[in-house]
């Protein structure tokens, strides 16, 4: 069977990943540094190297010693008000860090599969749904990290023949999502396992794509066998959902009956974002199999049954 590289495969969504390679009866090979990641969510059928994408040697030594022939590369840095705050280390990890991995890839790897942003990469949307030709305008470092990464996963596909596939993620959610990287979904399910009252930034009306995190691992991993041509895809659920909206359906789900905290909105956090995912349905098939307040609840048991103490 192939054997497959994760990098960050310890993180949210790349653990999930790797859960379904090893389901699927690859061979998973994880680099992580375990700034984010954690070692309970390493797969234990899985190799681990607890190794840093910014050092090009101590991954070069691994790519030559494990041969890998298809890398999914997810390690980086993920919060948007970080990497305002550090945008040097945002762009350390994203781009420099994707080069390494990159560079690690000419040693006969053949396909990257790159997990790029949707939500932030376009900006303040001039049209919705925003499909993948829609300009470019990131408002905040994370998606400009991301993106100029796209630009040499495409360069090194001209340069060396990698092949690649891009997936833009609308906001993932599900079990898993530390409430400590403040996503929405976990952040509010925390604060009402924790009996607080929920802050939201603005008046909550504002919009974001959600995708289940076990729908996308699943597809990603069922994509590596697909062989399409090298392509950028948008991957959401294309739907709209408000912050108040996950509050309120949060309400129902638990039985919580406080207020939420309003305090003034984020500046580099756009307004509205729903994605246009017909090409990856077209050439790849993909259908989101989670509705939203299913994965919701999902969300919040997860987070009930791990933050309750
Ligand atoms: N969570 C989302 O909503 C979302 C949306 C769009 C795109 N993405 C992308 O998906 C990927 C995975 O994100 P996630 O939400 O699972 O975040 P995460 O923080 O849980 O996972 C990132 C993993 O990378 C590891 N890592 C970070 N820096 C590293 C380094 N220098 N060397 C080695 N490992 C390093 C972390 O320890 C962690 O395990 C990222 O590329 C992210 O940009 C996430």
């Not at 945008?87 to 997990?115: F, H, M, Q, S, W």
């Not at 604060?191 to 909550?204: A, E, L, S």
């Not at 294309?238 to 305090?263: P, R």
């Not at 989101?288 to 933050?307: M, Q």
Request: net charge neutral.
């Amino acid at each position: 069977m192939k054997k497959v590289l994760v990098t960050g495969g310890a993180g949210f969504i790349a653990s999930h990943i790797v859960d379904f390679l090893i389901m699927r009866g690859y061979d998973a090979i994880i680099i992580d540094n375990l700034s984010t990641g954690k070692e309970k969510y390493l797969n234990k059928k899985a190799k681990f190297y607890r190794a840093d994408i910014t050092n090009l040697d101590e991954i070069k030594e691994i790519f030559i010693q494990e041969k890998p022939e298809i890398v999914i590369h997810a390690a980086a840095q993920v919060m948007l008000r970080k990497s305002i705050d550090d945008p040097i280390y945002d762009a350390k990890t994203n781009i420099l860090g994707t080069i390494n991995v990159l560079e690690c890839c000419r040693n006969g790897v053949k396909k990257i599969i790159y997990t790029s942003t949707g939500g932030a990469r376009y900006g303040e949307p001039e049209y919705l749904p925003v499909d993948e030709k829609h300009k470019l305008n990131p408002l905040a470092p994370y998606g400009i990290s991301k993106h100029t990464a796209e630009h040499y996963v495409y360069a090194y596909s001209k340069l060396y023949g990698l092949d690649y596939l891009i997936f833009c993620f609308g906001n993932v959610y599900g079990p898993r999502d530390d409430p400590n990287c403040k996503r929405v979904s976990s952040l509010f399910s925390y604060q009402i396992v924790k009996n607080q009252d929920p802050v939201i930034f603005g008046d909550g009306n504002q919009t974001r794509d959600f995708i289940y995190v076990l729908d996308l691992a699943e597809f990603i991993v069922n994509s590596i066998e697909k062989n399409p041509e090298n392509k950028l895809f948008n991957l959401a659920n294309g739907e709209q959902i408000s912050v108040n909206d996950i509050f309120n359906l949060l309400k129902e789900i638990s039985g919580f009956s406080g207020v939420a905290k309003h305090i003034p909105a984020i500046p580099g956090e756009i307004r509205d974002i729903c994605l246009d995912t017909s090409l990856a349905k077209k050439d790849l098939g993909w259908k989101a199999k989670t509705d939203f307040k299913s994965g919701l609840c999902e969300t919040f048991n997860w987070i009930k049954e791990n933050y309750s103490e």
